[in-house]
């Protein structure tokens, strides 16, 4: 399988899905026009990893803002990652935010509140 | 019942010399026959058993599984509102650096302008009177090329400091230029802002600046003016300006006012 790179815009993060390393890394705002044809190819690139790779999977968040229908993107990834722990794989997910900005660090809070995997929440140094 | 198996039956039963074999044979058949209708409806029954405990069952998971997606929806919501209350901040930060003076915290020229033409329509509409004086740090300069930029702007930041302190509360002081203020007296007419004027330039002359640079001292001169209603605010503040200049001219650190 190819890993997934998706270029950063202004109103996109750059995201890069790397397989044979078994990280996934997404930086900077979300609030696209379709949030669909974002998320998609990367909620079928964690699908396709989690089926196939038989690795951990690392998701390493720099992300700042996200719009209503980009949180309900990152849900979903979080319960694709959720149902593979309960099944014994190795997932895990870092999010990293800047001092300055705390409140993205409490809503990574909230984020991670219903996951039962590994979740740390730092901030950037 | 098979009519075959009814009209034995009813043979036997019209035959008052029915034999006790015949009999028993007969109703050894019905038992058979009963039993055997028992067990097949036994079995029907527990099959709607089964049927009404999957439908029961499939009810509950549906309502789970509705519970669990309303569940969704309210964390989806709250931490969308949470985005909401991080863009406000934001946008609250951006309208604070976009209206404030970054070096002395004061409101900036922009800012500044917006309250003298909300001033300027209240003064029309209601016939408050409002004044404006623009002060000027003496010699900033001097002050500048002796003790070094660095020393300048902290100059600055006291003096600011130094108005801010002893203006009325609804009494506005911006940063207008380099070393120059701006201060608009609300409803307050020429010769009560040339008082708080004054106490304004006392204020500055009084700050401690020795510290700074070796006999470094600030003062400020001031003009004062009224806002004649009707006027444009550019007229006013020209009025104001030649008010400084007089001050200047008359020596320096006073208050000077333009009818």
């Given at each position: 399988?190819?890993n ?15 397989w044979n390393?078994g990280?996934?890394?997404?930086k900077?705002d979300?609030y696209?026009?379709?949030?669909f ?10 699908e396709?990893?989690?089926?196939k790779?038989?690795?951990p ?27 593979a722990h ?21 809503l ?8 039962s995997f590994p ?5 950037k140094? | 019942?098979?009519t075959?198996?009814?009209t ?17 044979a ?5 038992y ?11 079995r ?15 009810g ?21 509102d ?5 863009l406000?901040d ?5 309208t604070?650096?976009s209206t404030?003076?970054?070096l002395t ?18 003064s029309?509409?209601?016939?408050a009177s409002?004044?404006i ?17 660095a ?12 108005m801010?302190?002893?203006m ?8 207008w230029?380099?070393e ?23 204020a500055i002359?009084?700050i ?15 003009g004062?003016?009224?806002f004649?209603?009707?006027e ?6 020209k009025r ?9 001219a ?7 006012c333009?009818?």
């Open positions: 399988m190819d997934l790179v998706i270029d950063q815009s202004p109103s996109s993060p750059a995201i890069m899905a790397d390393a990280v996934i890394r997404m900077g979300s696209p026009e379709n949030s044809e974002l998320f998609q190819p990367l909620i079928d690139w964690v396709a990893y989690l089926a790779a038989g690795r999977l690392q998701l390493e968040l720099e992300l700042v803002y996200l719009n209503t229908s980009s949180i309900r993107s990152m849900m979903d990834i979080f319960d694709q990652m959720e149902s309960k099944k014994g794989q190795t997932v895990s997910a870092r999010w990293i935010y800047e001092a300055a900005n705390e409140r993205v660090g409490q990574a809070e909230e984020f991670c509140e219903d996951c979740f740390s929440i730092e901030v140094r | 019942m098979d075959a198996y009814a034995r039956i009813e043979s036997l039963l019209n035959d008052p010399a029915a034999s006790a074999a015949d009999m028993r007969a109703l050894s058949d019905l058979d026959r009963v039993r055997t209708q028992q067990q097949m409806l036994d029907l029954t527990q099959i709607s058993d089964k049927y009404q405990q999957a439908e029961r069952e499939r509950i998971s549906y309502a789970e599984q509705l519970q669990r997606k309303v569940r969704r929806v309210e964390k989806i919501v709250r931490i969308s949470g985005y909401q209350i991080m406000q934001l946008n609250a930060r951006l604070a650096i404030h003076d970054e915290g004061l409101p900036n020229r922009r800012y500044m302008q917006e309250r003298l033409t909300q001033a300027a329509a209240l029309e509409r209601t016939d409002f004044s004086a623009l002060a000027d740090i003496d010699f900033f300069k001097l002050i500048n090329d002796r003790a070094g930029h020393i300048g702007d902290k100059v600055l930041m006291r003096v600011a400091q130094g801010r302190d002893s009325r509360e609804y009494d506005v002081c911006a940063r230029g380099g120059e203020f701006l201060i608009l007296f609300a409803n307050c007419d020429k010769s009560n802002a040339a008082q708080l004027a004054e106490r304004v330039r006392l002359a009084s401690d600046t020795s510290d700074l640079h070796d006999g470094l001292s600030v003062s400020a001169s001031l004062v003016t009224e004649v209603a009707g444009s605010i550019d007229a006013a503040l104001t300006d030649d008010a400084l200049y007089q001050a200047k008359a020596g320096r650190n006073r208050v000077a333009n009818p």
